[in-house]
């Protein structure tokens, strides 16, 4: 860990092989190399916590794109760009000409030449965001070799179809600090709820499940039937807990989900089926049929209104704790009894965030990292 005594503890601590590298899905990190990233994230909020300025990348451009809404994860972009001495830029995807049909490729080669970390939401539709991102990034590391650019420029997955690695992360952050250091062992719910607003995408639940099975945690996956994550999120949870000792399950009932949990995540996703439907409307343009589906989700999900985290099924848990990626649909996905209860908690997880994206940045960037924290922590 990080943390000693409240204090930032660089020792063993080996970043070298963290060095120029991108963060797509937490699936394409081994479990050293995102513990050793955890390690830096911890250490960074101990120092900023003790007002130490940590600018290990001054002048340097933050770039990011979004292709969709967003509050927590912009400004922790922001929060985390400015504490290390960067300039974040933050842009609304949809007013770059990939509006008009620029590749992805080509935006990253034009991001590139100028950026020195590039950071993309693009988490609407399933199959396309995660293969966006991975072209940007093609773009961009072709562009720099071909211009023998020494630059590294790494892109950052801020949301996508797949992963939300940089909330996942956060969350395990979270859970650790509140489980005094490890989840292994623990019995963690990841649920669906109901939500009345949006065909909320399918990325928090497959990230979490994906990779908290990694660190030895008990997952149980809740949902109603129709309300599948995608096959290969799934596979990667099955396989993580192999590897490590903790489990994987799937139950269509809540309570069962609930019942002696140490922490419960209930939060809403589209159902698959339309998901899937809408894969092909947004090909086509077709803004009607994308209308279309997006209400018969919202018919699907209502349904199911009795999926919802309140004080009874809080009841069935081991004096669990709640989370969610926020924002929830209070009275929809969670009383708001529970949500006043866990108001700090959430607010808390949501800001390590910033932390998480601070340490993907310094790692991919700054060479000597665990020298340069030393240095910052002091005698
Ligand atoms: N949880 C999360 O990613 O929040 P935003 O959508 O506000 O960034």
Redesign the pocket.
């Known amino acids: 860990m990080a943390a000693v005594g409240g204090r930032a503890h660089t020792g063993g601590m080996d970043t070298e092989a963290l060095f120029g590298r991108s963060l797509l899905t937490t699936h394409d990190w081994s479990v050293a190399d995102l513990d050793t990233l955890l390690a830096v994230a911890a250490a960074l909020e101990l120092l900023d916590r003790a007002g130490v300025r940590t600018e290990l990348l001054p002048d340097e451009l933050a770039y990011a794109m979004f292709f969709d809404?967003?509050?927590?994860?912009?400004s922790a972009w922001a929060g985390a760009a400015a504490r290390l001495g960067m300039q974040p830029v933050i842009v609304d995807g949809s007013s770059t000409q990939v509006a008009h049909g620029e590749t992805a490729e080509e935006t990253g080669a034009m991001l590139g030449m100028n950026a020195h970390a590039l950071g993309v939401r693009h988490d609407l539709i399933l199959g396309e965001g995660n293969s966006f991102m991975r072209d940007v990034l093609r773009g961009i590391s072709d562009y720099l070799a071909a211009t023998a650019d020494p630059r590294v420029v790494p892109v950052v997955n801020l949301?996508c179809d797949v992963d939300?690695p940089t909330?996942s992360l956060a969350d395990l952050l979270w859970l650790r600090e509140h489980f005094g250091g490890d989840v292994a062992g623990r019995r963690i719910t990841v649920s669906w709820a109901y939500s009345p607003s949006y065909a909320k995408p399918l990325s928090v639940p497959q990230g979490v499940v994906s990779l908290l099975t990694r660190f030895g945690a008990h997952v149980t996956l809740a949902h109603p039937e129709g309300y599948d994550l995608l096959p290969e999120p799934m596979a990667w949870a099955a396989e993580g807990a192999a590897a490590s000792g903790g489990s994987f399950r799937v139950t269509h009932d809540m309570d069962d989900a609930f019942a002696g949990a140490d922490a419960v995540y209930p939060k809403s996703w589209g159902p698959l089926a339309l998901m899937t439907e809408r894969v092909a409307a947004n090909r086509a343009g077709d803004g009607a049929a994308m209308r279309d589906i997006e209400q018969r989700a919202l018919t699907t999900n209502a349904a199911h209104r009795d999926w919802i985290c309140d004080e009874r099924r809080m009841g069935l848990t081991r004096d669990a704790l709640y989370l969610h990626?926020?924002?929830a649909d209070i009275g929809a996905e969670v009383t708001s009894g529970v949500m006043e209860r866990f108001r700090v908690q959430v607010a808390r997880e949501a800001n390590k965030k910033v932390y998480v994206i601070m340490a993907m940045l310094a790692v991919a960037k700054v060479p000597d990292l665990p020298g340069r924290l030393a240095a910052l922590a002091g005698p």
């Open positions: 809404n967003s509050t927590r994860t912009k949301q939300h909330q990626c926020l924002p």
